[in-house]
């Protein structure tokens, strides 16, 4: 699904942040993404999501190379990947029932044929009693949840989760986990990103590491 050969990437004439990087993810794969901080995680999710584009090589989403795909033609893609960023980026003139249906909402879809939908997502990461709240009341581990809910409300072919458990405790971070699993064994693609060994350590799964923008990869 998605596909790096010999990619690197900088900012401006400043030194590769990403350099040499070839790998898969395949169908209905589960992986975790870590390194140090700085490595550049979030970066390779920015590729991975078409939201930058590398320096060289090839990126190649869906089975089309990103560099060449029609501008026009990028949030088609974009709406078959759900993502989690760390800053959340929830709209805050809507509540959080509002912004967790917005995927579907701009799909076109009726309300009637989500509502029950959403509504016992946001039960499961534990904001049934904070679905009609707007983003600025909610507490930051709250606000990570909501946007863990939009990500995976439509059920995408790739999800990609940005330090997805940061702010929640090793409860909740178990629950979610087990969330993304059931949405792999659904067929969809997991990457997540993230520091926290004790959550690496509860499933066997891909380990793809960052370092000094390079990756290794253990399977």
Do not use: C
Request: net charge neutral.
């Amino acid at each position: 699904m998605i596909d790096f050969d010999n990619v690197g990437l900088r900012y401006g004439m400043g030194p590769e942040v990403l350099r040499d990087l070839t790998f898969e993810v395949p169908r209905r794969s589960f992986q975790f993404l870590t390194g140090p901080s700085g490595a550049g995680k979030t970066t390779l999710l920015r590729l991975m999501f078409m939201s930058l584009q590398p320096t060289r090589g090839f990126v190649r989403v869906f089975g089309q190379d990103i560099t060449t795909i029609p501008q026009q033609e990028l949030p088609k893609l974009r709406r078959r990947i759900g993502i989690v960023f760390q800053d959340f980026r929830l709209l805050d003139h809507l509540t959080t029932y509002e912004n967790v249906a917005l995927p579907l909402r701009v799909r076109g879809k009726e309300e009637t044929s989500y509502r029950t939908d959403v509504m016992e997502l946001l039960k499961w990461v534990g904001l049934g009693d904070r679905m009609n709240v707007l983003p600025p009341i909610l507490s930051g581990g709250e606000k990570q949840r909501a946007a863990i809910a939009r990500a995976l409300i439509d059920q995408p072919e790739i999800l990609l989760a940005d330090e997805p458990t940061g702010n929640v405790d090793a409860p909740l971070a178990r629950r979610l986990l087990r969330l993304f699993l059931e949405l792999n064994k659904l067929g969809t693609a997991v990457i997540i990103a993230t520091h926290d060994l004790s959550l690496m350590d509860q499933i066997d799964a891909r380990r793809m590491i960052l370092s000094g923008g390079r990756l290794e990869i253990y399977e």
